[in-house]
């Protein structure tokens, strides 16, 4: 085998392997999430403000839930193979409709850490905290039973 054809092939089985880690996460993260911890831009988000808000991750989308009112406002694409993983979230709703956030996540079976920079301009975030002056935030959720 020439050296191209090799090169082919190891392609094949990386893209093989990337779109099996993308399946897998992204089933994993089907169903409800309760929002029980969040910051932004460094500041902790007050305990009333996330009491009864849910994420639901449904297909490709994700929508919020907050008094009984289910919500799309974003859809999403998983990036597995990065470390950490990586998450491009795109607005589905609002005055920035179609805005795409990146960020990361880290999903360690009931529990999810989704950690997101909202200025276009910045990098991604490289590790889970929200720090003063940024515009990182950082959303904790546990699976929700419902």
Request: glycine share 6%; proline share 5%.
């Amino acid at each position: 085998m020439n050296p191209s054809t090799i090169l082919a092939l190891a392609l094949v089985v990386s893209a093989g392997d990337i779109t099996e880690m993308i399946r897998k996460d992204r089933a994993a993260l089907q169903g409800a999430w309760k929002v029980v911890a969040a910051e932004n831009k460094g500041e902790k988000v007050p305990a009333e403000d996330i009491k009864d808000l849910y994420l639901i991750f449904k297909g490709d989308a994700i929508y919020s839930r907050q008094d009984n009112k289910n919500t799309e406002i974003f859809s999403y694409l998983l990036d597995p193979s990065k470390k950490p993983k990586e998450i491009d979230l795109t607005l589905k709703v609002g005055p920035q409709k179609g805005r795409t956030e990146r960020g990361i996540y880290l999903l360690d079976g009931d529990s999810l850490k989704i950690c997101i920079q909202s200025n276009k301009d910045a990098a991604r975030p490289r590790d889970f905290s929200s720090p003063a002056g940024s515009q990182i935030s950082l959303t904790v959720l546990q699976r929700s039973k419902e």
